[in-house]
Antibody, heavy 122, light 104 residues
Framework: QVNLLQSGAALVKPGASVRLSCKAS????????LHWVKQSHGKSLEWIGY????????KYNENFKAKATLTVDKSTNTAFMDLNRLTSEDSAIYYC???????????????WGQGVMVTVSS | DIVLTQSPALAVSLGQRATISCRAS??????MHWYQHKSGQQPKLLMY???KLASGVPARFSGSGSGTDFTFTIDPVEADDIATYYC????????FGAGTKLVL
């Protein structure tokens, strides 16, 4: 059974950084792109970027290039997202997600982590 | 960026049809997908390629459209369908609509 297990909720101070984790199980971690998606409170979903765990190739939404850094640890099948210089605008739920099944070549998301809430507050 | 426009909310009655629209700011061909998102849960893929059901999704869900105008339908609506529905395009990058909240 596929599972993307994300780290627990974080309360961080403005200006600080936070590392979120996403541990994959039930499939070959290095075979599929791993994406991150942000959901601000009461708002829509926003794609942050992806990483390919086998090559470490990354691609970012322009809006997050200066904010997020994606990495993986293949030895533990874990993906990480570092968010820096946090402000209240970064308070949100963050999901890791991937597409494992074939959907006619379309890029979409069919497995999701449970999401982790990041609260930026002094 | 391609902007997807959805109505914010749709009032429905159980057993009736619910139709949600999504308009893209430019053509995405058939690269439109739909998700169901319930509070406290992760999003769930329901429809891909505008009109194809994801595995395990009941046939009372359907989708249509191409280019810039898309429709997602639930017929009949069941109590478990009360959620927010998002469209997502993958023609150029990845963007989501603002979501349509289904309310009784």
């Amino acid at each position: 059974q596929v599972n993307l297990l994300q780290s627990g909720a974080a309360l961080v101070k403005p200006g600080a950084s936070v590392r979120l984790s996403c541990k994959a199980s039930g499939y070959t971690f290095t075979d599929y792109f791993l994406h991150w998606v942000k959901q601000s409170h009461g708002k829509s979903l926003e794609w942050i970027g992806y990483i390919h765990p086998d090559s470490d190739y990354t691609k970012y939404n322009e809006n997050f290039k200066a904010k997020a850094t994606l990495t993986v640890d293949k030895s533990t099948n874990t993906a990480f997202m570092d968010l820096n210089r946090l402000t209240s605008e970064d308070s949100a739920i963050y999901y890791c997600t991937t597409r494992r099944n074939y959907y006619g070549g379309y890029s979409l998301f069919d497995d999701w982590g449970q999401g982790v809430m990041v609260t930026v507050s002094s | 960026d391609i902007v997807l426009t959805q109505s914010p909310a749709l009032a429905v009655s159980l057993g009736q049809r619910a139709t949600i629209s999504c308009r893209a700011s430019e053509s995405v061909r058939s690269s439109m997908h739909w998700y169901q998102h319930k509070s406290g849960q992760q999003p769930k893929l329901l429809m891909y390629g505008a009109s194809k059901l994801a595995s395990g999704v009941p046939a009372r869900f359907s989708g249509s459209g191409s280019g810039t105008d898309f429709t997602f339908t639930i017929d009949p609506v069941e109590a478990d369908d009360i959620a927010t529905y998002y469209c997502q395009q993958s023609r150029n990058g990845y963007t989501f609509g603002a979501g349509t909240k289904l309310v009784l």
